[in-house]
């Protein structure tokens, strides 16, 4: 853990110069006690852990968890940029023909991890404050599939196990999608490139099937609207007042949730897509506040 590797000054100067250093930089770390401990240097021999919270507390810090964020590549900014140039053009009829779908795994647990930033109440998501890593959970959970639209929303699809491509064409495609594009024949199908619908199985079957697939950058979560009713759903089934205590009370409270969401909040949700390509290249590719 770096703390005050920037500074090269006796312990009596480190008030004034934390203060200046701070505006520039956020502080990952575990605890207080540990990078009062670890802090190098050989004129500051020891740094007590309320001095760090004082400094840190005067310079209008506070201890948060990090947004967790997928890994991009130059390339996969690069490519994110491209999408973002080309659909910023699109139109609110446009947008409208799209069905969004995405799967989502929620867990009954959710670890509480000891990293935490010191960041001010406006930098949730500079790039020092977030932190890149695969989400993955335990504890008991469930996978759903759903999508949604301007004018529509297909059913929350529960998922035994994993999903893949012969699973997703099979429990998914064919049941679901299909029959909704069939009934919507202007629609477009959005889905992410997960090894599940990029296999070519998929591929011929929804060429085969009439189903116009939207091309999507990788490593995009912040431009599927979809994603804002995960975070929804998970709010609002730890919300309850006796929250499930299981897979399959968890599977049958997120499909009441799900129920309970406006088709009014799904459309706001879609007609942000011109916010999130603007955002998109304000970022020059980066991340996002969506």
Known sequence: MRFCSHFDHKAKTFTRNFTQWSRSWSIIFHAHTTTARVTPGTHNPSISAQTVRNRLREAGLRACRPVVRQVLTRHHQQQRRLWAQTHLRWTRQEWQKVLFT?????????????????RRRNERYTEACTLERDRFGGGGSVMVWGGISHHHRTELVVIAGNLNALRYREDILLPHVVPFMHTHPDMILQQDNATSHTARSVREFLHDSNVNVLPWPAKSPDLNPIEHVWDLLDRRVRARAIPPRNAQELAGALVEERGNISQQELTNLVQSMRRRCTAVLQAAGGHTTY
Do not use: A, K, Q
């Not at 989502?104 to 000891?114: A, E, Q, V, Y």
């Open 102 to 118: 995405d799967e989502s795994r929620f867990c009954l647990t959710r670890g509480d991890g000891r990293i935490r930033v010191y």
